[in-house]
C-alpha cells in the first residue's frame, strides 16, 4: 500500500474545492451531517461556508498499531444536534471512503431513524479509494490505488497533554 501525506494547506484545499463542487452541482441540502471523527472538520468548514446547520454522529471502526485496523463499526445511540428535526435534504459528510462500510452503516442509521423526515440524501468526501464498495455523491479525490493517506491532524494522536506541557514550558 502507497502513503498520501496531505498539508495542513492541502487538506484545507480539498475542502474548499469540495464546496465548490457541491456549489457548482446546483444540489440544495438544509441539514449537514458529519461521521465523526473524520468528517468533523470536513462538516465544519462545509457548514460556515454554506450556512448551514450541522449535525454530528460519533463513529469508529479503526484500532490497532498506528489506528491502521479496521474493526466492526461502532455507532453513537444519538445524533447530535441543534434543532428537534433534522431535514428533507441531507449531505453526508465524511473525510473518505476507503471500505466504504462507515458510510454505508450511517446511511441505513439515518433512514432507519430519520427515514420519515428525509426526502434525499446525498453525500460527500474528499477522497474516494478504488477499494471502496460504495460511490459517493461528491469527492474531490479518486484514488485508484488505495494509498493509506497520513492526514495532517494525526501527529496529534502521538501526543500526550504531558509532552504538549513538555513542549510549552517555560525556562
Known amino acids: 500500500m502507497s502513503d498520501l501525506y496531505v498539508s495542513w494547506t492541502q487538506y484545507h484545499q480539498l475542502i474548499e474545492r469540495l464546496a465548490a ?21 470536513v462538516g465544519d468548514i462545509l457548514s460556515r461556508v454554506f450556512q448551514c446547520p450541522l449535525a454530528i454522529l ?8 498506528e489506528g491502521r485496523e479496521r474493526g466492526a463499526i461502532s455507532i ?20 473518505l471512503v476507503d471500505s466504504g462500510e462507515s458510510l454505508k452503516v450511517v446511511l441505513a442509521w439515518l433512514l432507519d431513524r ?4 428525509i426526502e434525499e440524501i446525498r453525500t460527500a468526501v474528499l477522497w474516494y479509494k478504488a ?3 460504495i460511490q459517493p455523491d461528491y469527492y474531490v479525490e479518486y484514488l485508484p490505488d488505495n494509498p ?3 492526514q495532517p491532524f494525526e501527529c496529534y494522536e502521538q501526543m500526550s497533554p504531558a ?8 525556562d
Request: glycine fraction near 12%; charged fraction near 20%; proline fraction near 1%.
Open 58 to 65: 460519533a463513529t469508529s471502526s479503526y484500532g490497532g498499531t
Open 114 to 117: 430519520y427515514g420519515s423526515e
Open 131 to 133: 477499494c471502496g464498495n
Open 163 to 170: 509532552s504538549l506541557l513538555d513542549r510549552y514550558r517555560e
Open 21 to 41: 463542487n457541491l456549489y457548482q452541482s446546483g444540489w440544495k441540502f438544509d441539514r449537514i451531517v458529519c461521521i465523526a471523527r473524520g468528517g468533523v472538520r
Open 76 to 95: 453513537a445511540e444519538h445524533l447530535t444536534m441543534s434543532s428537534p428535526m433534522l431535514g428533507k435534504r441531507v449531505l453526508l459528510v465524511d473525510d
Open 148 to 150: 493509506w493517506i497520513h
